[in-house]
């Protein structure tokens, strides 16, 4: 009984707070909805696709090197993004597609608007 009762809870009591204390102070993670929500629109050619799913996953998640085209006078970058896509998609992703993303104000994360491959 102290075995499956009793040292779940005071292991728990003593974990909780300590992972509470480690990540105060730290930034809240970009949400990729957001993102695709509010984001600044933009186009970028597929450079890689990894699917880092297995078989079983239904939504797994896609690692996406990104060359983000040029908007105005700004010099086109590399931008790799990670986020979840219904395995019924991930198959019209190619590399030298152009996609639609969704870009953070500073740049440094964005996310691949579903559904808008095009060829080249």
């Known amino acids: 009984m102290i075995l499956f009762v009793l040292?779940?809870?005071?292991?728990?009591?003593?974990?909780?707070?300590l992972v509470a204390w480690r990540s105060r102070g730290q930034p809240k993670p970009v949400l990729i909805s957001e993102i695709l929500a509010h984001g600044q629109p933009g186009r970028a050619r597929i450079v890689?696709?990894?699917?880092?799913?297995?078989?079983?996953d239904l939504r797994p998640m896609v690692r996406f090197t990104l060359q983000v085209e040029a908007q105005g006078t700004d010099p086109a970058f590399e931008l790799e993004v990670i986020q979840s896509l219904p395995r019924s998609l991930i198959a019209e992703y190619k590399p030298g597609e152009v996609v639609e993303v969704r870009l953070t104000d500073d740049r440094t994360a964005g996310a691949v608007v579903p559904g808008s491959a095009r060829p080249a």
Do not use: E, S, T, W
Not at 7 to 17: G, N, R, T, W
Not at 48 to 56: E, T, Y
């Open 7 to 17: 040292l779940p809870f005071a292991l728990a009591a003593v974990i909780f707070p």
């Open 48 to 56: 890689a696709v990894k699917n880092l799913g297995n078989v079983v």
